[in-house]
């Protein structure tokens, strides 16, 4: 017999037997119930576990029942055949005789008891006193959900309930007299019929499962359990109780239905989970057990060997005590050979055919992250218990003259009275509070009088005995005699004090759920499953331009674009799978970026957070999103990634054209001084001319660089943009193709700006250049000039009056994807070999120096418009060239040259002398250091590179200072320095010369440092 079969076997044989089984902990709670025990107190095995008799019983009859079990555990005597008398929530009562037996472990300490009881009540009832009121509680009987039906010995119907009614649609009375097995299915008729034989021989009667016919015509399933009457030692009728159990059947179709779903469930706990043989052996073992011993073999192995490391099983062995004792075993270890972790075991022995345990269930948990929570956990399950104790149904009778004839324990406990206190008092005058009173005593009178139909559904408030008030919601019905004569009614409550105030609660929640969400900026919306709007708060309205019944109408696909629609869909299909995993998790939630339509046609991003919404069972009912507008974010972002390459290239720009400055310094002052002391023809003098007008240019190109990476200051002057229009519009029409017409349009009245007129050129003149190559084949390049006044600001610009230069071409136009980077370094549309991609790097570059703007428009096919948004000038002085000394020497000066470039230091060097000067060489900062230390009284001035190896410029000018306060420094360098290093410097020194300089610079600038800031004589 399979394992499975075998469990069931012994569920089957426990659940079957008539008389109540029940196993107890030491702690009185039930931890193995009967389904006969179970049925007795209307709930479920299941329900029963962890519970006591308090939760079922009067106070008395548990204080009896936990006396008498602590008498057993205490002296391990059983108690055998006591009578007790149990009280029901029903309001019955039945009479037992009670045995109750310790039961032990393996080393022979009693863990609880077992208990076992006998249904005597039939022998009880035969006393006068119960027959006396047999009367009073047969109403209640009739009112009960079950069928209640007597059958003569020879199988014809004596009594049925109204209950039958309710459950079949057939009238009672006409049944009276027919066979029992009438209203029984076909197939069922000769099973009763053989039951009811044999019960008439005085066989045990034994509950059984049927079939019966409703009135129209359905099959329902019902429980019947058999019992004789006997009147003077012989069976004269049966009393048969009729169940319905349409939904246990459900229950075990779906129990059928989960069996064959065994395996994968095996699988998929996440616990250790095997079965093993009496042997110790692993006959099965989960994909958990298989995954934590990765290079064993399970399956064949001894259980010790995995777990505990041995070559036996230890002395206290849980699985030795399951197999010993045939009762589960539950034990926390501490296991050193898996690395000294806690595990949960329990041990679940598996009954073979003959009664024996020849396998076991071996469940197997890591709970060392689970130790130090276990005081939390112990705390929550109080509360938890302390719940259940609480709950119930209030059942009383209040007879005609409105006066108490029975309560339960539950409604004592609700009313705050003991049940000797409550019995016979006046329920409207006592218990119901005096502004409800008389309504309630009415309809109450109405009630007994026939003239009203009990309610479905009833709600009042009660006074508890502290004067407290709590709402009931009541279930009332008429109790009636054998004459159909109404004389009492039996109050069903159910206390919904906390279920009122929660729903108050609830709705305060809601109010401020909803003046919240109606009022925060993020939109907050909700989709079905087929992902169509529910709800969008307020907030939806804003941005996108819909309105919220517009945005309700609206599909995912209409709210999406194409590419954030798809990645919508693959998120929405992973969490569907995500879903359907056993495992998963209710809370996630997912977050994402998606670009929406908006109803002007644009479109908006925003960062998105959704998450499931499930019913009461788990499953998903909808989608909570709320969408967060990060377009400004978005746009943030991309701004800094360009700022930041524009940094990284104007760094490179700076260094580049440093070093390029040392070459161009030593090719234009060897040139310079060349010509100066030298005779030559005029061939070998031209082509000295020729070299330093190169240097020239190449030290303009020097000069573009650091423009485009900001590493030099325009040279403002107020200006007017007319002049610089048409000094570039000369250059074009002598050097562009002769296919294109050039068009200028300047405003009349333009204003004026404060801006450097050369850089201005080169501004148009890059601009001009990228436009004529769009229009290979010819076409219409357009600059102008006009005013603007903004009023308010814009997404880039400030309110202010602005001159907008532009220039236009009716060329290709650019891709929109190109747009966003026509501006970087070094990006270009056309071919490498057509375009370096700096021109328009170097025109954003000297825009933003202007603190200007450069907007870009364009539309592939039809041209390109570049605007450069210049701020009005309101007061700018202009700049004016210093004029320089005449390089005539004043007198002999020392001179200390400190620079790296060996070759434009030897040339300094030459070239002071030459007229007339002393100098020092030093090639890096310690060696210019060491020698001004040893000459320093002699030396008159320093020229100091900035950037040198082993002591760089600006530590070897603070030793110099500290050796010579006094000391003459110039700066001599290629390096642009900002604002903030200049700061810092001038105080220090005398002089800066930048890199490349002709030879006059230097005379000039040694003779004003010497000779304005010599130290007195």
Known sequence: MEPEQQANLLQALLHNIPDPIYFKDRDHRFVAVSRAKAEHWQTTPENLIGKTDFNFLDEAEAEQAHSDERQVMETGQPIVGKEELISYPDGSQQWYSVTKSPYYDAEGEILGIVGISRDITDAKLAEPRLRDAEEKYRGLCENLQDVIVQVSSEGVLRYVSPAMQRLTGHDPEALLGRPATDFVVEEDRADVARALKEAAEGEPAQDMEVEVLAADGRHLPVEVSTFP??????????????????????????????????????????????????????????????????????VGAHCYELIHGGEAPPADCPSCQAF?????????????HLGGRWFDLRAYPILSTDGTVDTLVHVFRDITGRKRGQEALREERDKAQNYLDIAGTMLAVVDADEKVSLINNKGCEILGYSEEEIIG????????????????????????????????????PLLKKNGEERSIAFHNTVLRDDDGNIYAALLSGEDSTERKQAEEALRESEERYHMIADRVSDVIWIMDMDLRYTYVNPSGVQGRGYSVEELMAQSIEDALTPASLEVAMTTFEEEMTAENMAAKDPDRSRTLELEFTCKDGSTRWGEVTVTFLHDADGQPTGILGVTRDVTDRKRA???LRQAQKMEAVGTLAAGIAHDFNNILQTLIVRAEFMLMTG?????????????????????????????????????KQIIHLEKPIEDVRLILARTISKLISIETDVQEGLWHVGADPYQMEQVLLNMGINAAEAMPGGGVLKMAAENLTLDQQDAELAAGRYVVLSVSDTGTGIDEEDVEHIIEPFYTSKGQAEHSGLGLAIVHGIVESHDGFLRVSSEPGVGTTFKVYLPVAESVAPVEEVGKESAVTRGPLTVLVVDDEAAVARLLCDVLENFGHHTFKALDGEEGLEIFRAHHEEIDVVLLDLIMPKLEGERCLEEMLAIDPEAVVVIATGLFLDDVARERLEPKIKGFLTKPFEVRDVLHAIHEAAYEHRRPS
């Open 229 to 298: 009457i006997v009147e003077e030692g012989e069976i004269v009728a049966f009393q048969c109780v009729l169940r319905d159990i349409t939904e246990r059947k459900r229950a075990e179709q779906e129990l059928t239905r989960s069996a064959q779903q065994w395996q994968n469930t095996f699988d998929a706990i996440e616990d250790m989970v095997t079965i093993i043989d009496s042997d110790y052996r692993v006959l099965r073992a989960n994909m958990a057990v298989k995954n934590a011993f990765p290079d064993a073999e399970v």
């Open 637 to 639: 972002d991309e701004q």
């Open 679 to 715: 005779d030559f023809d005029a061939e070998t003098a031209t082509n000295l001319r020729e070299m330093i007008s190169a240097g020239s240019r190449g030290a303009s190109l020097v000069q573009r660089l650091l423009v485009f990476s900001r590493r030099i200051e325009p040279r």
């Open 425 to 460: 008092q006046n329920w409207f005058d006592i218990f119901v509070p005096e502004r409800h009173r008389e309504e309630v005593r009415g309809v109450f009178r109405q009630l007994m009088a026939g003239e009203v139909e009990p309610v479905e559904y009833y709600e009042n």
């Open 324 to 336: 010993l004792t045939g009762e589960t075993v539950h034990a926390e270890l501490c296991e050193k």
